[in-house]
C-alpha cells in the first residue's frame, strides 16, 4: 500500500479536509495528538476498525481509545455522564486524561475489545481536534507503532513503523507531553488509576478525592491475574535490547555500570550524566530533576538504543512522583520488570 504523507503545521491547513475525506471513507491515518501519535479510523464502524488491529499486529481482545473534539460528540458514546466525569473534564479536557465509562450501543465491540465500557478523550493538540472535527465522526485511535514497541512520538517513528500498511500520515513533528494519556475509570468505585499519564494522581485526587491505583502500574501482573485494562497483560514498550534499572544514586550507578558494561552496551541516562560517564555511549531522556522532560524524551530514546544496536541499556532510575510516576510505568514496561537494587 502506498501511504500518503501530509506535512501539517496549522489547524487551519487546507489539506485537513482531504484528510479528514479519507478517514469518513473507512481509511487509515495517522494523526498527531499531544501525548503521541495515534492510529485513527471511524469509531463507529466496526469493520474500519478491524483494520487498526491488523496495521498493528494488535491483539483484538485489547480496546481502543475514542477521540473527540467536542463535549456534545461524548454523550451518545456512553450510557450516562456522572457529575464526577462532568468535574473531571471541566478541568482536564481537552487534554492528556483518558475516561472509561459504561459504553452505549453506537459503540462497536471491535472498539470496546468485547468489553461493556468505553474510553473516551479529548486531546488538545488543535490539529488532531481540527481534524476530528472535519472528519465530523469520533476517531478510535491507538498509539501509531507496532504493537509491543515503543510509543511514536514523531512522524519519523510512525513513518519507520507504519509506512505501508496505513493511508497516510499526518506531520505534525514532535508531540509535546510524550507519553501516552492517563486513563482513569469511572465505570468502578472509587474510581481507578489504570495508566499514569500527563494528568497526575494529585491532580486527579484533587478533583474527585479518593482514588486507587491500579496495583499493576507499579507491579507485573500476575500469571493469571484478570487486567483491569486488557492492555497490562501484554508486553510494552520493549526495545530489541535488553533493558535493567539500576536503583541508586549516580556515584552508584556509575560504579555498577562501569563494572558490568560490555562493548555494545548503552547507558540510558540523564542529561546531566552525559559527559561523567566516559567509558560507554550515552542516551539520555531528559534532564536528572524534571519529569516532564523525561516523559518527552523515553520513548525516542527506547527507540535509540534500537537505532544504534545496544544489546544491553542500563537505565538510571526516575522519580515515580507526579509525571515521574507515567515514566517509571514506561521504563519499568521497557525493561520487563527488571530492576537492579545497587
Ligand atoms: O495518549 C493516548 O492515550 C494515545 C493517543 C493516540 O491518544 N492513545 C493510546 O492508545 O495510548 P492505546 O490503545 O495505545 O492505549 C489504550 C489503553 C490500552 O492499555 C487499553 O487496554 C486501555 O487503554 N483501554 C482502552 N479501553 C479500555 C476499557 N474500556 N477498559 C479498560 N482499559 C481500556
Ligand atoms: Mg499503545
Redesign the pocket.
Known amino acids: 500500500m502506498d501511504t500518503k504523507i501530509y506535512k501539517i503545521s496549522s489547524p487551519d491547513d487546507k489539506s485537513i479536509e482531504e484528510v479528514a475525506c479519507l478517514l469518513k471513507d473507512g481509511k487509515l491515518v495517522a494523526?498527531p495528538?499531544?501525548?503521541?501519535?495515534?492510529?485513527?479510523a471511524n469509531a463507529l464502524d466496526g469493520e474500519t476498525v478491524k483494520k487498526i488491529f491488523k496495521a498493528k499486529g494488535?491483539p483484538s481482545d485489547?480496546?481502543?481509545?475514542v477521540?473527540i473534539s467536542d463535549f456534545s460528540q461524548w454523550k451518545p458514546l456512553v450510557k450516562e455522564i456522572p457529575e464526577k466525569a462532568k468535574r473531571l473534564t471541566e478541568k482536564f479536557w481537552p487534554g492528556?486524561l483518558?475516561i472509561?465509562l459504561p459504553?452505549s450501543d453506537v459503540i462497536p465491540s471491535e472498539?470496546?475489545?468485547g468489553?461493556?465500557?468505553?474510553?473516551v478523550?479529548m486531546?488538545s493538540d488543535e490539529i488532531?481536534r481540527a481534524i476530528i472535527k472535519a472528519a465530523g465522526v469520533p476517531l478510535a485511535?491507538?498509539?501509531?507503532?507496532l504493537s509491543g514497541k515503543p510509543?511514536p512520538t514523531s512522524s519519523k517513528h510512525v513513518i519507520d513503523d507504519m509506512e505501508g500498511k496505513i493511508d497516510a500520515i499526518v506531520d505534525a513533528g514532535e508531540c509535546s507531553?510524550g507519553?501516552?494519556?492517563?486513563?482513569i475509570?469511572l465505570?468502578v468505585n472509587p474510581p481507578r488509576l489504570?495508566?499514569p499519564?500527563?494528568i497526575t494522581p494529585e491532580m486527579l485526587t484533587s478533583v474527585l478525592g479518593e482514588i486507587e491505583i491500579d496495583d499493576a502500574v507499579f507491579n507485573k501482573l500476575a500469571e493469571n491475574a484478570e487486567?483491569?485494562?486488557?492492555?497490562?497483560k501484554?508486553k510494552h514498550y520493549s526495545p530489541d535490547a535488553k533493558v535493567v534499572i539500576i536503583k541508586g544514586d549516580f556515584s552508584e550507578y556509575k560504579s555498577f555500570v562501569e563494572k558490568e558494561a560490555k562493548e555494545k552496551d548503552v547507558a540510558l541516562c540523564f542529561e546531566e550524566d552525559k559527559g561523567k560517564l566516559p567509558f560507554i555511549k550515552c542516551v539520555t531522556y531528559g534532564k536528572e530533576k524534571d519529569s516532564f522532560s523525561q516523559a518527552a524524551r523515553i520513548f525516542d530514546a527506547l527507540r535509540e538504543i534500537d537505532e544504534i544496536r545496544a544489546e544491553t541499556a542500563f537505565a538510571r532510575f526516575p522519580e515515580m512522583t507526579g509525571m515521574g510516576l507515567a515514566v517509571f510505568n514506561r521504563l519499568i514496561r521497557a525493561a520487563g520488570f527488571n530492576i537492579v537494587e545497587v
Open positions: 494523526i495528538t499531544e501525548t503521541v501519535y495515534g492510529l485513527a494488535r485489547n480496546p481502543l481509545i477521540h492528556p483518558t472509561i459504553k472498539v470496546s475489545g468489553l461493556s465500557t468505553v474510553a478523550r486531546p488532531a485511535a491507538p498509539s501509531a507503532n510509543s507531553v507519553v501516552e494519556s492517563t486513563v475509570s465505570a489504570l495508566r499519564g500527563g487486567a483491569a485494562s486488557p492492555g497490562m501484554y
